[in-house]
């Protein structure tokens, strides 16, 4: 059951962690420790509460937050919890919402799409939004909201609604920390949903971590050019090279999740950089060689999640230890890194990205023949 959450699987090393640089490791660290934090609560109410304070530990602009939840029988998404300013209001003041209104209600059309959407200036595409009880709060009216869906394991649990009275206040890495947060608690309301209900067991660790694990990339898909499709075609690669080379069982589970997380510490890295249409300077490629590190202080707190490090942490290492963060060199890199590097490489090569346009086939295949022995270990290659 629970308890087993805490076991603890063989960390890296802590020496092997560099000190926290920014603020933006320590969002992070934050949000996987948040990440824990709900998957232990089985009270909704303290799962709400939770989560609404999380949201403002990650963001100093919040001044509202909505929780709602989702009616699939009567279709429509009911306020569980409304905070502002740090002080819970009555929640049940606020109307319910009706999915069929998605053409009126940016909320319906969310639920609806289970896709997150943020508003720059509420007031610029909406002017009475203030007199609607939707966003109806004290103080100054909301000008920047996002708006993100609760889903867990493809069942729609409900929408949270996050308002500034500040306009173009969330970027897309506030909003993916959002989404992180948002989607794990999503998963603990799914949990406690099934309990309460005596047809159903609510879901068992394995399932738990899936669930967490699929939530986090969607949250990751929010704000990096990455797709479903790509991370998937990634995935499936991955899994097929490790085969070839002899891993099975277990192994290929963990292979399997590491890949799908492995540019989660992407989400510390701020927008200007990892869009940036141009090369990085030397103090933005500081910034995103600490990547790796950062999805390390994400998935360190949460035990089970160990066994997964190996390719979010060592996928740029380099075969001839040249790479980063650690430079290690040749098998003190983990196999699934390894392998992991080549197909990382295979794959952003051939895609665009926004500092390039994709490279033709035959090029990317001379390339990594070419780093056979220096990037890669050649007998992955
Ligand atoms: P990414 O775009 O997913 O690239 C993953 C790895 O593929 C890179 O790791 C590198 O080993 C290889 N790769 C990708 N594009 C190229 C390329 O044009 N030429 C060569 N020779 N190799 C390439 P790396 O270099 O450690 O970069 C890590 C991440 O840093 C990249 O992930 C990307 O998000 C970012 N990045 C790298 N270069 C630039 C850049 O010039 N501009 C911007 N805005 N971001 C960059
Ligand atoms: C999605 O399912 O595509 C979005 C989920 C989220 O907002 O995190
Ligand atoms: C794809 O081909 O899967 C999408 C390309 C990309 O996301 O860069
Ligand atoms: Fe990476």
């Given at each position: 059951?629970?308890?087993?959450?805490?076991?603890?699987?063989?960390?890296?090393?802590?020496?092997?962690?560099?000190?926290?640089?920014?603020?933006?490791?320590?969002?992070?660290?934050?949000?996987?420790?948040?990440?824990?934090?709900?998957?232990?609560?089985?009270?909704?109410?303290?799962?709400?509460?939770?989560?609404?304070?999380?949201?403002?530990?990650?963001?100093?602009?919040?001044?509202?937050?909505?929780?709602?939840?989702?009616?699939?029988?009567?279709?429509?998404?009911?306020?569980?919890?409304?905070?502002?300013?740090?002080?819970?209001?009555?929640?049940?003041?606020?109307?319910?919402?009706?999915?069929?209104?998605?053409?009126?209600?940016?909320?319906?059309?969310?639920?609806?799409?289970?896709?997150?959407?943020?508003?720059?200036?509420?007031?610029?595409?909406?002017?009475?939004?203030?007199?609607?009880?939707?966003?109806?709060?004290?103080?100054?009216?909301?000008?920047?909201?996002?708006?993100?869906?609760?889903?867990?394991?493809?069942?729609?649990?409900?929408?949270?609604?996050?308002?500034?009275?500040?306009?173009?206040?969330?970027?897309?890495?506030?909003?993916?920390?959002?989404?992180?947060?948002?989607?794990?608690?999503?998963?603990?309301?799914?949990?406690?949903?099934?309990?309460?209900?005596?047809?159903?067991?609510?879901?068992?660790?394995?399932?738990?971590?899936?669930?967490?694990?699929?939530?986090?990339?969607?949250?990751?898909?929010?704000?990096?050019?990455?797709?479903?499709?790509?991370?998937?075609?990634?995935?499936?690669?991955?899994?097929?090279?490790?085969?070839?080379?002899?891993?099975?069982?277990?192994?290929?589970?963990?292979?399997?999740?590491?890949?799908?997380?492995?540019?989660?510490?992407?989400?510390?890295?701020?927008?200007?950089?990892?869009?940036?249409?141009?090369?990085?300077?030397?103090?933005?490629?500081?910034?995103?060689?600490?990547h790796p590190v950062y999805a390390y202080e994400l998935l360190r707190p949460i035990p089970h999640f160990n066994e997964?490090?190996?390719?979010?942490?060592?996928?740029?290492?380099?075969?001839?230890?040249?790479?980063?963060?650690?430079?290690?060199?040749?098998?003190?890199?983990?196999?699934?890194?390894?392998?992991?590097?080549?197909?990382?490489?295979?794959?952003?090569?051939?895609?665009?990205?926004?500092?390039?346009?994709?490279?033709?086939?035959?090029?990317?295949?001379?390339?990594?023949?070419?780093?056979?022995?220096?990037?890669?270990?050649?007998?992955?290659?």
């Amino acid at each position: 059951g629970r308890a087993a959450l805490r076991v603890s699987l063989t960390p890296l090393p802590r020496e092997t962690f560099l000190p926290r640089s920014s603020e933006q490791d320590t969002r992070l660290a934050a949000a996987g420790e948040i990440g824990q934090a709900l998957l232990e609560l089985i009270k909704p109410p303290e799962i709400y509460s939770r989560l609404a304070s999380s949201i403002y530990q990650l963001h100093p602009s919040v001044s509202t937050v909505y929780i709602s939840l989702f009616d699939p029988r009567r279709k429509r998404l009911f306020c569980v919890h409304l905070e502002h300013e740090h002080t819970a209001l009555d929640a049940s003041l606020v109307p319910d919402i009706h999915l069929a209104d998605a053409q009126k209600n940016l909320q319906a059309e969310v639920m609806l799409s289970g896709q997150a959407q943020v508003v720059d200036d509420l007031q610029a595409i909406y002017p009475l939004a203030h007199r609607n009880p939707l966003y109806k709060t004290p103080g100054k009216p909301p000008r920047s909201v996002v708006y993100l869906p609760m889903i867990s394991k493809g069942v729609k649990i409900g929408l949270v609604q996050i308002h500034s009275p500040l306009p173009g206040r969330f970027n897309q890495t506030d909003t993916a920390l959002f989404g992180l947060v948002t989607n794990t608690a999503a998963i603990a309301l799914h949990n406690a949903q099934l309990a309460q209900d005596l047809e159903h067991t609510s879901l068992d660790l394995a399932q738990t971590y899936e669930a967490t694990i699929e939530g986090w990339t969607r949250a990751l898909e929010l704000r990096d050019f990455t797709t479903e499709r790509h991370t998937q075609r990634v995935v499936t690669i991955t899994i097929e090279l490790s085969k070839k080379l002899g891993l099975d069982g277990r192994d290929l589970l963990r292979v399997r999740r590491g890949a799908q997380l492995h540019d989660i510490g992407k989400m510390g890295i701020p927008d200007q950089i990892l869009l940036k249409p141009g090369p990085l300077d030397d103090s933005e490629w500081r910034i995103m060689r600490r990547h790796p590190v950062y999805a390390y202080e994400l998935l360190r707190p949460i035990p089970h999640f160990n066994e997964i490090l190996e390719i979010p942490y060592c996928h740029h290492e380099k075969w001839d230890g040249s790479g980063y963060p650690r430079r290690l060199r040749g098998e003190e890199i983990p196999l699934s890194a390894r392998i992991f590097s080549v197909v990382d490489v295979w794959d952003a090569l051939s895609s665009n990205r926004p500092y390039r346009a994709a490279w033709p086939a035959n090029q990317v295949i001379d390339y990594i023949d070419y780093q056979s022995n220096k990037q890669f270990e050649p007998e992955v290659t």
